[in-house]
């Protein structure tokens, strides 16, 4: 398993401020050296969106043994399809000609252990509460289901007959199809 290379620590252990981002800037500028037009439009070659989690253990592309340019990556907190997935789901639909959809939700979820009061703690920190819900779960399979059912009900998208979940496995890199019906 490959993972990054270390960043410059401030004074207590602590990443020092900008050292993250420079570091992205110049692994850029390598990456741009080197690049050459690809030669493709926005459309995804496989006409697909894959929802995910944004958690830094799934590499999507890998684990689904994708290129450049084979579909559309929406990925949020938990993978969740949230009003704003609907949206980009129906943009990817609508403007951009993908006809299926790929929901990815994993073991060891970091949404499986907060909850709503997340909201209520960030309101007494910053004094507004958040317009969006924080969208915890306790059981992976069954917010899977939820997902394909919101996808599958969307009014915005016209393309909802092929609509599958999954949750990935961090430990073993392994898929497990999640049956909507159960």
Not at 43 to 53: D, G, S
Not at 76 to 105: E, F, K, W
Not at 108 to 128: A, K, P
């Amino acid at each position: 398993m490959t993972t990054s290379a270390s960043v410059p620590a401030g004074s207590e252990g602590a990443i020092a401020p900008g050292a993250v981002t420079d570091r992205l800037v110049t692994a850029n500028e390598a990456y741009a050296d080197a690049f050459t037009d690809p030669g493709m439009d926005a459309r995804p070659v496989l006409q697909v969106a894959v929802v995910a989690c944004m958690d830094a253990r799934l590499d999507l592309h890998a684990a689904l043994g994708l290129k450049l340019g084979d579909c559309h990556t929406i990925r949020n907190a938990g993978g969740v399809v949230t009003d704003d997935v609907i949206r980009s789901l129906a943009i990817s639909q609508r403007a951009l000609g993908t006809r299926r959809v790929v929901l990815i939700h994993h073991t060891n979820c970091g949404m499986e252990s907060i909850t709503e009061d997340f909201r209520h703690e960030l309101e007494m920190e910053v004094g507004q509460r958040p317009a969006w819900a924080v969208e915890a779960f306790r059981d992976v399979d069954q917010d899977v289901r939820q997902s394909m059912q919101r996808v599958r009900t969307s009014p915005f998208l016209p393309h909802t007959d092929d609509v599958r979940g999954f949750v990935f496995d961090v430990r073993t890199g392994r898929l497990r199809e999640i049956d909507p019906a159960a």
